[in-house]
T-cell receptor
Framework: KAGVTQTPRYLIKTRGQQVTLSCSPISGHRSVSWYQQTPGQGLQFLFEYFSETQRNKGNFPGRFSGRQFSNSRSEMNVSTLELGDSALYLC????????????FGPGTRLTVT | KQEVTQIPAALSVPEGENLVLNCSFTDSAIYNLQWFRQDPGKGLTSLLLIQSSQREQTSGRLNASLDKSSGRSTLYIAASQPGDSATYLCAVHTGTASKLTFGTGTRLQVTL
């Protein structure tokens, strides 16, 4: 069974631009969560989607948004990029919403210059 | 607000040693706890998942225990190998969604 895939793997953007990251969960998984990882803050939860509905959201500004499609694939968008948005963005999928084991993708490394 | 702490922050051991990594959390009302490893610049690999009703889980040379009432978990690695070198993260699942709260990790180096 294929794992969680994320595209692109690396991205370089300039301040003020916007970016869209994509995540394809493991087949059959309907829950997709997004995390931001930085050296200073560690892993922080962004949001979680289940059956195309956002079920939970972390403490990030409104510039961070996401969505989930009917095939469970998810995208996250960051608008008006800031230098501090440089991070590894990780996507995780799970079979069940509450008790399921989380499986992570390889991440997208975003660098904002 | 759930807080997760991992001690030590870094650990270096010679190959073959058994070792224990510690994880503590402040809110004992968890659904489960998951241990991950992360290699530099890579994503997270799930090692073990312990449900709140369980006391321990084993996979190969790894054994994870959970004491929910005291807010602690340990990851025991037997007969360590250089390939075990990585950062180990514990994460707890609290609340009604799939949000995980992560610890800051323990960076493990196994030397020859």
């Amino acid at each position: 069974k294929a794992g969680v895939t994320q595209t692109p793997r690396y991205l370089i953007k300039t301040r003020g631009q916007q970016v869209t990251l994509s995540c394809s969960p493991i087949s059959g998984h309907r829950s997709v969560s997004w995390y931001q990882q930085t050296p200073g803050q560690g892993l922080q939860f962004l949001f979680e989607y289940f059956s195309e509905t956002q079920r939970n959201k972390g403490n990030f500004p409104g510039r961070f948004s996401g969505r989930q499609f009917s095939n469970s694939r998810s995208e996250m968008n960051v608008s008006t990029l800031e230098l501090g948005d440089s991070a590894l963005y990780l996507c995780a999928s799970s079979l069940a919403v509450m008790l399921g084991e989380q499986y992570f993708g390889p991440g997208t490394r975003l660098t904002v210059t | 607000k759930q807080e997760v702490t991992q001690i030590p922050a870094a650990l270096s051991v010679p190959e073959g040693e058994n070792l224990v990594l510690n994880c503590s959390f402040t809110d004992s009302a968890i659904y489960n706890l998951q241990w991950f490893r992360q290699d530099p610049g890579k994503g997270l690999t799930s090692l073990l998942l312990i449900q709140s009703s369980q006391r321990e889980q084993t996979s190969g040379r790894l054994n994870a225990s959970l004491d929910k009432s005291s807010g602690r978990s340990t990851l025991y690695i037997a007969a360590s190998q250089p390939g075990d070198s990585a950062t180990y993260l514990c994460a707890v699942h609290t609340g009604t969604a799939s949000k995980l709260t992560f610890g800051t990790g323990t960076r493990l180096q196994v030397t020859l």
